[in-house]
């Protein structure tokens, strides 16, 4: 694994217990950075928290990123810690399982644009004055290719990436000039416990859809990802950058 020079950077990886954003704490931690995991998981994050910390600095904070006042009081605490952020990835979402769009209950539908769309709507806006303060940060949403090409079966789900992707493209031009890079990222399908909100026939029709003829490994997703919260990177912004195995198509 390549080692970016994230020493000095303070990052926040929402949904940072498992699956793709604990494989980007584990090499931001591995960089350099200090790290604050942000998930609603209690048990899992502390777990995460004390295995990542056993290689360097990583606080925790057991939340619900979509209570606006539960994000207030992290930010808080995260400054009261590292005294600064530089890095925000937000990470956490749903899939809401599989079914036709006209049979997603209303409800579960508000659920997964809340968790997917309004949470890093909350948390990027609660962050954004102390990146800008600061003179340069990176703010790096976790997308999927499904907002690029909606999957059947998954219009809660496409919807609120396809949203996430639209924030994004926003977001920076907003702060383009103020030293703030915003990027998102629009992965294929990983094996992470998301799978157990899916069917089997959504999963396989995923699979299908990849011309590389398998799932894209978490810690490739996170290579990606760090680099685009690293300084390295510094004339884009406003992107979708795809790590979809040949699967997309624009």
């Not at 209690?42 to 979509?66: H, I, Y």
């Not at 003179?135 to 997308?143: D, I, M, P, Y």
């Not at 030293?179 to 069917?199: E, H, R, S, W, Y």
Request: aromatic content about 6%; some cysteine; glycine content about 8%.
């Amino acid at each position: 694994m390549n080692k970016l020079d994230l020493a000095g950077r303070v990052a926040i990886v929402t949904g940072g217990a498992r699956g793709i954003g604990l494989a980007v704490a584990r090499r931001m931690v591995a960089s350099g950075a200090r790290v604050a995991i942000w998930d609603m998981d209690p048990a899992k994050t502390e777990e995460s928290r004390a295995a990542l910390a056993a290689d360097g600095t990583v606080t925790a904070e057991v939340l619900d990123l979509t209570d606006e006042a539960a994000v207030a009081q992290a930010t808080t605490s995260i400054l009261a810690a590292h005294g600064k952020v530089d890095i925000l990835v937000n990470n956490a979402g749903i899939t809401g399982g599989n079914m036709p769009s006209w049979e997603i209950p209303a409800a579960q539908w508000r659920r997964v644009i809340d968790v997917n769309l309004n949470a890093p709507f909350i948390v990027a806006s609660a962050i954004m004055p102390h990146l800008l303060s600061n003179g340069w940060g990176r703010v790096v949403n976790v997308a999927s290719v499904a907002g690029k090409e909606g999957n059947p079966n998954a219009a809660h789900y496409s919807a609120s990436k396809a949203g996430l992707i639209g924030f994004t493209k926003s977001l920076a031009k907003e702060v383009a000039t103020r030293g703030v890079l915003v990027n998102c990222v629009t992965p294929a399908a990983a094996k992470t416990d998301i799978f157990a909100q899916m069917t089997e026939q959504h999963i396989a029709f995923m699979l299908s859809k990849i011309p590389m003829g398998r799932f894209v490994e978490v810690e490739e997703i996170a290579a990606l990802i760090c680099w685009l919260a690293s300084p390295d990177c510094s004339f884009s912004t406003g992107a979708v950058f795809d790590v979809s195995g040949g699967r997309a198509t624009y």
